[in-house]
């Protein structure tokens, strides 16, 4: 076994360390979820975090890591006898891969043991391998949904479920969660962001000197681990003293009336939704007590509680910055701070709670200077230059209100990664027929199971009242569910768009593509033209907010190279299917349907859509043509495309259209 990175020999990261420690005092605390770039040390830390974990007390041979003292009565591996001697064994760390399956996470049954004998044969997942130890999920936010909704209810109940047909075994589930992410390649739902206890955003120190440490440290780990970490070894166990001493003391911690009164009036001030966020703060705070080594809450511990609890907690969308105004969080407590404070004035020479951490979160950014309410840009010609998109154009994004859109979807019935878009074959879902099982039973068709056995019974020799069932007789039933699909948007950033203050309402409406494929769990990409070419704003990605950023600096100008963009698009479509095959791609066309690049520029155009037709690629163009005189061009791109076509207006979900818009090939839009 590989000689873990020192804990106390990580440098910086003062909220993410204080954060697992807080953890590893209360797990009730409920989890830490770290956001931050590739490369600052955020699995480093969380891996360390387990050689510092108390030893536990486990009954011998149970897999689901009783306490001999009060052992679980439903274990699967029980009933244990009150007095089996214990053993001493290292907490765990669990590591979930993300492309785990449920039965990998929560365990499988054998349904042909329990259909034939009447036997729960279980064979535990990876909850109960990390029961009373730490389950580490790394790029969280890359999880299926359904398998983020299956860990954060079993950390939430500290028990987990297992239904297969009737057949259900439960065992309890109790860990530390800690989830990674880089919000680079996607946001977690706000739904599951809220499921986590305390979040930390963490990023490489800009600081040269802190800098230098860390690679000087990193070298020499990589030269001798285990020389390293000796060096390390009394700082290690006098924080792993501390973890046990804190934990001894927390029962004793008193929160008293006004740090509750504090805690309530904070999340009134910040709007959080629900109660989740004060019982969370309430624990937070009480655990920085412990950690402490006080028996009393602090106004201290309430504000460093806030600064962990509240900032993911306050987004609505994946547009919302991160972070919690500070000022406005001393205001609050300060008004609110009670006599019954046990130390209402902290002796000024003691900073913070002691360890690392004492630290705050991060303001809200400054949103910069705001254009006016049009969001309007210089007019440009079909010749004139490129124009900069400036503060009135970039606050164009931000004051557009982004909408409910239409529902956009693939025909057909697609293979891919589970999402909320298009009809698709998926492990979650209506049932819809039954196969034979290709590998491991995961879903069983009960009636079908039964219909298979029942002819081979008098030659099987049943003679009671139990079904002989064999393994051929199994049948894995076939599911309908959603996909997420690969929605890549190309959009015309010519002059023809700038002019007429267009540009505002067409990023208003591909703001709000964007947020619909947010809520869909699909993957997007950006391709723009203008000028003389054509340019990949954004490959595809899981991060919505990072096209919302691409969108927001977006040039406008120049003639219209249409083919140029269409031809890009494809490019992309064809790198992207090697890479994932099974995501169904969406093309959606910004544009009014205008080609002015290039020699013979509408036959270029005509000819670049019909590729999109030929490799039956899904596609909608949104017509952007104003005006009184209307040329119609963008329904007869979409007939190029072998799409349709929608105009602004109709884009809206409550438009008069009032239908829902599945793009078909069969659909068409003339001029």
């Known amino acids: 076994m590989s000689t873990p990175f020192p804990f106390t020999a990580v440098v910086g990261q003062d909220d993410l360390r204080l954060a697992l420690l807080l953890n590893a005092v209360s797990p009730a605390v409920g989890g830490v979820l770290v956001r931050g770039e590739k490369g600052t040390a955020k699995s480093t830390a969380v891996r360390a975090l387990s050689a510092l974990m108390p030893q536990v007390d486990v009954v011998p041979g149970c897999r689901f890591s009783c306490d001999p003292g009060s052992p679980d009565p439903a274990c699967p591996d029980g009933p244990h006898a009150p007095e089996t001697a214990g053993q001493d064994r290292p907490a765990r760390m669990v590591e979930l891969p993300v492309g785990a399956s449920e039965d990998r996470l929560v365990g499988a049954l054998d349904i042909e043991r329990a259909l034939s004998e009447g036997v729960k044969a279980f064979e535990p997942g990876l909850l109960a391998a990390a029961h009373r130890g730490i389950l580490y999920v790394d790029e969280v936010n890359l999880l299926h949904d359904h398998l983020v909704d299956l860990l954060l209810d079993a950390a939430a109940m500290g028990a987990s479920y297992v239904e297969r047909e009737g057949v259900s075994v439960r065992h309890a589930a109790r860990f530390l969660l800690v989830g990674t992410m880089n919000p680079e390649e996607g946001e977690l739902r706000p739904q599951l962001l809220d499921r986590f206890g305390l979040t930390v955003e963490v990023a490489a120190s800009r600081e040269p000197e802190q800098r230098v440490e860390v690679v000087r440290r990193r070298l020499a780990y990589d030269d001798d681990p285990a020389g390293f970490a000796a060096r390390w070894a009394e700082e290690e166990a006098a924080v792993r003293a501390r973890i046990v001493a804190a934990r001894e003391l927390l029962p004793s911690v008193r929160l008293g009336d006004g740090a509750l009164r504090q805690i309530a009036a904070t999340c009134a001030a910040f709007e959080v939704d629900g109660m989740r966020a004060d019982i969370v703060m309430a624990r937070t705070a009480t655990a920085l007590a412990a950690w402490a080594g006080r028996t009393d809450v602090l106004a201290e511990d309430v504000r460093q509680a806030a600064l962990l609890a509240l900032p993911h907690r306050r987004r609505r969308n994946p547009f919302d910055a991160p972070g919690l105004d500070e000022d406005k969080l001393d205001e609050t407590l300060e008004e609110f701070s009670g006599d019954d404070d046990p130390d209402p004035d902290p002796d000024p020479d003691q900073g913070p709670p002691d360890g690392p951490g004492g630290g705050g979160g ?17 007019e440009a010609g079909e010749n004139g230059q490129p124009q900069p998109s400036g503060a009135g154009e970039q606050s164009a994004v931000r004051a557009a209100e982004p909408f409910r859109t239409k529902v956009l979807s693939v025909p057909g019935i697609g293979e891919g990664a589970a999402g909320r878009r298009s ?5 979650h879902g209506r049932t819809t027929g039954s196969r034979r099982p290709r590998g491991t039973l995961t879903k069983l068709h009960l009636a079908a199971t039964v219909q298979a056995a029942a002819p081979h019974q008098r030659a099987r020799g049943r003679s009671g009242p139990g079904l002989v069932v064999r393994r051929d007789d199994l049948r894995q039933a076939t599911r309908e569910g959603r996909e997420g699909n690969l929605v890549l948007f190309v959009v015309d950033a010519s002059g023809s768009m700038a002019a007429r203050q267009r540009m505002s309402a067409v990023k208003g409406a591909v703001l709000s593509l964007l947020l619909d494929a947010y809520q869909r769990r699909d993957k997007v990409g950006l391709v723009t033209f203008r000028g003389s070419g054509a340019d990949v704003a954004l490959p595809p990605t899981s991060s919505v907010d990072a096209a919302a950023a691409r969108l927001e600096s977006l040039p406008t100008g120049g003639r219209t190279p249409l083919a140029a963009g269409l031809l890009r698009a494809h490019d992309v479509l064809r790198v992207e299917r090697l890479r ?15 080609a002015t690049g290039g020699p013979e520029p509408v036959a270029l155009a005509g000819r670049a859509a019909r590729l999109f037709a030929a490799d039956g690629v899904a596609s909608v163009v949104v017509d952007c043509e104003t005006g009184p005189v209307r040329l119609g061009l963008a329904g007869q791109l979409a007939g190029e495309l072998g799409g349709t076509a929608v105009t602004l207006d109709e884009l809206r979900a409550d438009s008069i259209a009032g239908l829902v818009r599945d793009v078909q090939g069969t659909s068409r839009r003339a001029a």
């Open 362 to 378: 991060q303001p809200e950014p400054d949103d910069g200077p705001q254009g006016d309410d049009t969001g309007a840009t210089p």
């Open 580 to 594: 994932d095959p099974a995501r169904r791609p969406l093309v959606v066309l910004v544009t009014d349907g205008r």
């Open 423 to 427: 009809r698709a074959r998926t492990e």
